[in-house]
């Protein structure tokens, strides 16, 4: 079986396919045949040691997202058949399990049922962002009744965001680095205003920070600041009573399942990624530092 795997940290040229030790599947475990996966900013911190993985020891296998079909269930597992197609996520950084592997074990309660109908490489995009995003609107808490700011909209994370909290009803303001990023928006969903560069001072109740700046000064005082990005959280939030959240995104399952039913029902949509063959992963990750908007996708 092959992976793709790094021995020490370092740029691009750490990573490589090569032949790997098949994963043992273990109690509440399902094994999965790789389809596709994606490259998110967190394979390139923990491959150049920006993140060290706190589990496994190396050679170590990069990635967290996986769309597959299942190869083997452990004989506790009674929620998935041989030959299912299933979306997963895995906290790489917290476990040591990559994605990037033709073949994954991954806990069945990770894992849910993917939808006839939607290419494995355009649901690839969803298991980490997606995951993260529900756990970035839910950390606000009752649902906002004033606009809320998402910085860093125009990213994977920052996409979802503004969906999931479209579909709420809330009124969404987005903070973008570039105005081209502003303009690809508007295929996201609706968005009320777009700032590139600044947002205005002390204006939102709540915001959601999906690209790990400081952008405490949009806060009004006694508001809510959420931060995607560990290590981030402004140190001027908790001052004028304001909350500050970092958002730790959980393995799970359920939540997938959730996202999945806003897929269905229209309110969630994922854009056309770039595809590249697992075995090109140095041709990948040139395209993912590249990238102008569309995902990064890795395919079997
Ligand atoms: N806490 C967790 O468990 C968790 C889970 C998933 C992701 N994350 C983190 O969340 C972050 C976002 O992930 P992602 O996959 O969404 O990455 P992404 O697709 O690269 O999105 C980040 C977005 O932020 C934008 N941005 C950067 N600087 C900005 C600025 N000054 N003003 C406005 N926008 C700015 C980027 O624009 P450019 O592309 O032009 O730079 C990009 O659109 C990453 O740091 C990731 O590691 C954390």
Redesign the pocket.
């Given at each position: 079986m092959y992976a793709v795997q790094f021995d020490f940290p370092g740029g691009r040229e750490t990573l490589s396919y090569r032949e790997a030790i098949e994963p043992i599947l273990g109690t509440g475990e399902v094994m999965i045949g790789f389809e596709a996966s994606s490259i998110?900013?967190?394979d390139v911190?923990i491959s150049s040691g920006r993140i060290a993985p706190r589990a496994g020891t190396s050679p170590f296998t990069l990635g967290?997202d996986l769309v597959g079909i299942v190869d083997k269930v452990a004989p506790d597992v009674d929620t998935f058949r041989v030959g299912d197609r299933v979306i997963g996520m895995s906290?790489m950084a917290s476990t040591g399990r990559g994605t990037w592997s033709q073949l994954v074990a991954l806990p069945a309660t990770s894992l849910a049922l993917a939808p006839a109908g939607i290419e494995p490489t355009v649901l690839a995009q969803l298991p980490?962002?997606g995951?993260?995003a529900l756990?970035a609107v839910d950390e606000l808490g009752p649902i906002p009744d004033q606009a809320v700011l998402v910085?860093?909209?125009?990213?994977?994370?920052?996409?979802c965001v503004v969906q999931l909290l479209a579909r709420l009803g809330v009124e969404v303001h987005a903070?973008?680095?570039?105005h081209a990023?502003g303009d690809a928006l508007a295929s996201v969903g609706p968005v009320s205003a777009v700032y590139?560069?600044e947002a205005p001072a002390s204006s939102f109740g709540a915001i959601i920070d999906?690209?790990?700046?400081d952008?405490a000064y949009a806060l009004r005082p006694g508001g809510t600041y959420v931060?995607?990005?560990?290590g981030?959280l402004p140190e001027s939030v908790g001052a004028n009573g304001a909350i500050g959240v970092?958002?730790?995104?959980p393995e799970s399952g359920t939540n997938l399942a959730t996202l999945l039913g806003y897929l269905a029902d229209g309110s969630l949509n994922l854009g056309e990624p770039s595809v590249f063959r697992l075995s090109d992963i140095a041709t990948a990750l040139m395209a993912f530092e590249n990238?102008l908007g569309r995902?990064t996708v890795l395919t079997s």
């Amino acid at each position: 079986m092959y992976a793709v795997q790094f021995d020490f940290p370092g740029g691009r040229e750490t990573l490589s396919y090569r032949e790997a030790i098949e994963p043992i599947l273990g109690t509440g475990e399902v094994m999965i045949g790789f389809e596709a996966s994606s490259i998110n900013p967190a394979d390139v911190k923990i491959s150049s040691g920006r993140i060290a993985p706190r589990a496994g020891t190396s050679p170590f296998t990069l990635g967290w997202d996986l769309v597959g079909i299942v190869d083997k269930v452990a004989p506790d597992v009674d929620t998935f058949r041989v030959g299912d197609r299933v979306i997963g996520m895995s906290t790489m950084a917290s476990t040591g399990r990559g994605t990037w592997s033709q073949l994954v074990a991954l806990p069945a309660t990770s894992l849910a049922l993917a939808p006839a109908g939607i290419e494995p490489t355009v649901l690839a995009q969803l298991p980490l962002a997606g995951l993260t995003a529900l756990k970035a609107v839910d950390e606000l808490g009752p649902i906002p009744d004033q606009a809320v700011l998402v910085v860093g909209a125009a990213g994977a994370v920052g996409s979802c965001v503004v969906q999931l909290l479209a579909r709420l009803g809330v009124e969404v303001h987005a903070l973008v680095r570039t105005h081209a990023q502003g303009d690809a928006l508007a295929s996201v969903g609706p968005v009320s205003a777009v700032y590139t560069g600044e947002a205005p001072a002390s204006s939102f109740g709540a915001i959601i920070d999906a690209a790990g700046i400081d952008a405490a000064y949009a806060l009004r005082p006694g508001g809510t600041y959420v931060t995607c990005v560990p290590g981030t959280l402004p140190e001027s939030v908790g001052a004028n009573g304001a909350i500050g959240v970092t958002v730790i995104v959980p393995e799970s399952g359920t939540n997938l399942a959730t996202l999945l039913g806003y897929l269905a029902d229209g309110s969630l949509n994922l854009g056309e990624p770039s595809v590249f063959r697992l075995s090109d992963i140095a041709t990948a990750l040139m395209a993912f530092e590249n990238r102008l908007g569309r995902r990064t996708v890795l395919t079997s």
